[in-house]
């Protein structure tokens, strides 16, 4: 069996070809598009923002497991703007967690660290 017959790094490249950028030689007359939205539009009213949040751990009933509860939220908040502060608190936070019914559940006892992340969003909270 005999060796291929590669082509060496060092050769230089075929005709037409561009070894920085293999667009570069591409002139395409593109629309400019469609304008950014202004800072208003562009970001959506949290429908949470200024809620009195109840922050606090607990271990009953969970086989000795401790996790940190949020509580506070309004019996008709919007589901998919608890899912996104849990999101973003698991995030923060770097644990995992949930939501239920009103509530949301992070693992462990980060309770210190939920709360300041909640006051620097501009929620009171207590606990």
């Known amino acids: 069996m005999?060796?291929?017959n590669r082509k060496s790094r060092d050769e230089e490249p075929?005709?037409?070809?561009?070894?920085?950028?293999?667009?570069g030689s591409l002139e395409l007359d593109l629309p400019a598009g469609e304008p950014t939205p202004a800072a208003d539009e562009a970001a959506p009213t949290d429908p949470?923002?200024?809620l009195r949040l109840h922050v606090f751990f607990e271990?009953?009933?969970?086989?000795?497991?401790?996790?940190?509860?949020?509580?506070?939220f309004p019996a008709d908040s919007e589901p998919a703007?608890?899912?996104?502060?849990?999101?973003?608190?698991r995030q923060?936070?770097?644990t995992g967690g949930t939501v239920r019914e009103q509530s949301?559940?992070?693992?462990?006892?980060?309770?210190?660290?939920?709360?300041?992340?909640?006051?620097?969003?501009g929620h009171p909270v207590t606990g």
Do not use: C, H, M
């Open 2 to 4: 005999g060796r291929k």
């Open 14 to 23: 075929e005709p037409g070809f561009s070894a920085v950028n293999p667009f």
């Open 48 to 50: 949470l923002a200024g």
């Open 59 to 72: 271990r009953k009933g969970r086989s000795g497991k401790t996790v940190t509860l949020v509580e506070g």
């Open 81 to 89: 703007a608890l899912e996104r502060l849990a999101r973003e608190l």
């Open 92 to 94: 923060a936070l770097a």
């Open 104 to 121: 949301i559940e992070l693992q462990g006892d980060v309770v210190s660290r939920a709360t300041v992340y909640l006051q620097d969003r």
